[in-house]
């Protein structure tokens, strides 16, 4: 009789794993770690293993699962057998838990949408940075009695405010990244 855990890890490609449970594996092997709030691709795939350089984990396609789905290890290789219809004969009955897992997948979902929704907002706020300093610069009054041009004063007035919302999501926590969010969305309802 084959090993179960051998066979899987011998026979089963672990990007294909990846792939199937939402985790975008690039051309160089490379993926965001979804185990940590990851912004360089950390986690790697070589000889049908992962290993994650900044927050550590790593191992078979099963840990990947066991860690994916907070599972034991043979519940995690009976769910890949359903999964991936392998069709591999173990003993016990599996009964996974359905509810459990979607909800994981949701979560996941939802930090996924949450982090292009970072990603987008960063780069449009840049942008507005970028927008006013080329305003603070171009419009700096020369001498102390020039009157202050209107673009200035809005330039200055907005870049302590940009420059706070940059901080947040370049270097906050994830709830100051939810309340900006909420902010923000409160914000845009308010003025339409
Ligand atoms: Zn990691």
């Not at 490609?13 to 449970?21: Q, S």
């Amino acid at each position: 009789m084959i090993d179960p855990f051998d066979h899987i890890k011998k026979n089963l490609d672990i990007l294909v794993v990846a792939h199937r449970y939402g985790i975008e594996v690039y051309r160089n092997h490379k993926a965001l770690c979804i185990f940590h709030n990851d912004h360089h691709e950390s986690m790697s795939f070589k000889n049908n293993r992962f290993k994650c350089f900044s927050c550590g984990v790593g191992g078979s396609s099963i840990d990947l699962v066991q860690k994916l789905f907070s599972l034991e290890p043979l519940q995690a290789v009976k769910k890949i057998n359903v999964d991936f219809g392998l069709d591999l004969d173990l003993k016990t009955d599996y009964k996974p838990d359905i509810g459990k897992m979607q909800e994981i997948e949701r979560e996941r979902q939802l930090m996924r949408v949450f982090d292009h929704w970072c990603d987008k907002i960063y780069s449009e706020y840049a942008q507005i940075a970028r927008f006013y300093w080329m305003n603070i610069q171009e419009y700096k009054p020369i001498n102390e009695e020039d009157a202050m041009h209107p673009l200035y004063i809005d330039a200055v007035h907005q870049w302590d405010a940009i420059n706070y919302i940059l901080d947040i999501l370049l270097k906050g926590t994830s709830d100051e990244k939810t309340i900006l969010y909420k902010d923000l969305n409160s914000f845009e309802v308010m003025t339409g």
